[in-house]
């Protein structure tokens, strides 16, 4: 399984400080992505980052990915109350499958 | 994004009934649509990939005669959860992408069934 691994598994900040989750997968992959889910509600595309790069910027989202270590970061800067969510990094196998894979995801709260 | 939308939001059925849940994609063709499910507090477990026109692919584990999914057009997919039990309560979220593999996966708000 190339189940990816949030951590941390839960997360709370006060209102304007950075929030960095961490997701590891297991399996060579063609992109990684970072969904937002608030609770009982769908999910929310964040962000995707291909294999062959190494940073992505959108808004106050920043995402790493190390394919060395198999493993991406999701910084969120000046957080606000808003940002309370679970978050979760999906991957999908390199040579073409179109499933995506969860990771158990970081329950992030945000304390106004 | 693109838009999603699944319905119901929520349905409540007696045990040994089906229920329906329709995912419809309303911006866009999707040619391809997933059907996860996610336990509380858990992650989201892929159960089947929809093809438009043709058969369902299920995941292991996943009984197909159980979870019935047709995807009879470019914008609808429906998973109906055959003679459900309280076992089979969960939340139901589909997915919807277009044609390129690589194209984002769009995701609807989710159907939370409850089996009594």
């Known amino acids: 399984s190339q189940q990816g691994e949030e951590d941390p598994q839960a997360l709370s900040i006060q209102e304007g400080e950075n929030a960095t989750m961490n997701c590891s997968y297991k399996?060579?992959?063609?992109?990684l992505q970072w969904y937002r889910q608030n609770s009982g509600r769908g999910l929310v595309h964040l962000i995707l980052i291909r294999s062959n790069e190494r940073e992505k910027h959108s808004g106050r989202l920043r995402v790493t990915l190390d394919t060395s270590k198999k493993s991406s970061s999701l910084l969120i800067t000046a957080s606000r109350a808003a940002d309370t969510a679970s978050y979760f990094c999906a991957t999908d196998a390199q040579g073409g499958s179109e499933k995506l894979v969860f990771g158990k995801g970081t329950k992030l709260t945000v304390n106004p | 994004g693109a838009v999603v939308s699944q319905h119901p939001s929520r349905v409540i059925c007696k045990s040994g009934t089906s229920v329906k849940i329709e995912c419809r994609s309303l911006d866009f063709q999707a040619t391809t649509m997933f059907w996860y499910r996610q336990f509380p507090k858990k992650s989201l477990m892929l159960m089947a990939t929809s093809n438009e026109g043709s058969k369902a692919t299920y995941e292991q584990g996943v009984e197909k005669d159980k979870f019935l999914i047709n995807h009879a057009s470019l914008t609808l997919s429906t998973l109906t959860v055959t003679s459900a039990h309280p076992e089979d309560s969960s939340f139901y979220i589909c997915s919807a992408r277009g044609y390129r593999v690589t194209d984002t996966q769009y995701f609807g708000p989710g159907t939370r069934l409850t089996v009594l």
């Open positions: 399996t060579s992959i063609n992109n």
